[in-house]
T-cell receptor
Framework: DAGVIQSPRHEVTEMGQEVTLRCKPI?????LFWYRQTMMRGLELLIY????????DSGMPEDRFSAKMPNASFSTLKIQPSEPRDSAVYFC????????????????FGPGTRLLVL | KNQVEQSPQSLIILEGKNCTLQ??????????LRWYKQDTGRGPVSLTI?????NTKSNGRYTATLDADTKQSSLHITASQLSDSASYIC??????????FGTGTRLLVSP
């Protein structure tokens, strides 16, 4: 299995530009998560999907951020317009969730996208 | 507020030595606790997952403990190797799927 695939791996853009990050989860997984990691705040959950449906987007910082999952094998995280404070590493993770509170499914992380907004 | 705190923030040990990393969490409702290893420039990789009914779990040279009463966990690394140099992140699961991450302990194993 190729694992979780993210693209691009690195992105440098100017303030005000639109940024689109892409993720392909592990085949057969039904849950997908977007995280942001910074030195100051560590890893933060932005949004997650179950069966392509957004379940919790309370971590999305503001309306400039949006995420979609049009099908089971693809998701995007879009920032429009981007700002310097959005500079971070963005991780996508996927898991196979069995739908119970006792589930101990493992989340598998992609390699991340390093975003720098100038 | 649900949160996870780790100590120390960073640690340097000699190759072959043991070390223990600490984690305190205040997450409700709590369902399980995980330790992840994150190498520089890569995504986190799961080491152990423990439910509230488990006290200890091992994965090779890594042994995690959990005290659900005091809301504390530890990760013990035995006979450290250079490849153990990484960040170790304690993660508590809130409810069904949401994970709350600590800011990690940066471990450097020196030859």
């Amino acid at each position: 299995d190729a694992g979780v695939i993210q693209s691009p791996r690195h992105e440098v853009t100017e303030m005000g530009q639109e940024v689109t990050l892409r993720c392909k989860p592990i085949s057969g997984h039904n849950s997908l998560f977007w995280y942001r990691q910074t030195m100051m705040r560590g890893l933060e959950l932005l949004i997650y999907f179950n069966n392509n449906v957004p379940i919790d987007d309370s971590g999305m910082p503001e309306d400039r951020f949006s995420a979609k999952m049009p099908n089971a094998s693809f998701s995007t995280l879009k920032i429009q317009p981007s700002e310097p404070r959005d500079s971070a590493v963005y991780f996508c993770a996927s898991s196979l969730y069995y739908g119970t509170g006792a589930s101990v499914e493992t989340q598998y992380f992609g390699p991340g996208t390093r975003l720098l907004v100038l | 507020k649900n949160q996870v705190e780790q100590s120390p923030q960073s640690l340097i040990i000699l190759e072959g030595k043991n070390c223990t990393l600490q984690c305190n969490y205040t997450v409700s409702p709590f369902s399980n606790l995980r330790w992840y290893k994150q190498d520089t420039g890569r995504g986190p990789v799961s080491l152990t997952i423990m439910t509230f009914s488990e006290n200890t779990k091992s994965n090779g040279r890594y042994t995690a403990t959990l005290d659900a009463d005091t809301k504390q966990s530890s990760l013990h690394i035995t006979a450290s190797q250079l490849s153990d140099s990484a960040s170790y992140i304690c993660v508590a699961r809130e409810g069904f799927q949401k994970l709350v991450f600590g800011t990690g302990t940066r471990l450097l194993v020196s030859p």
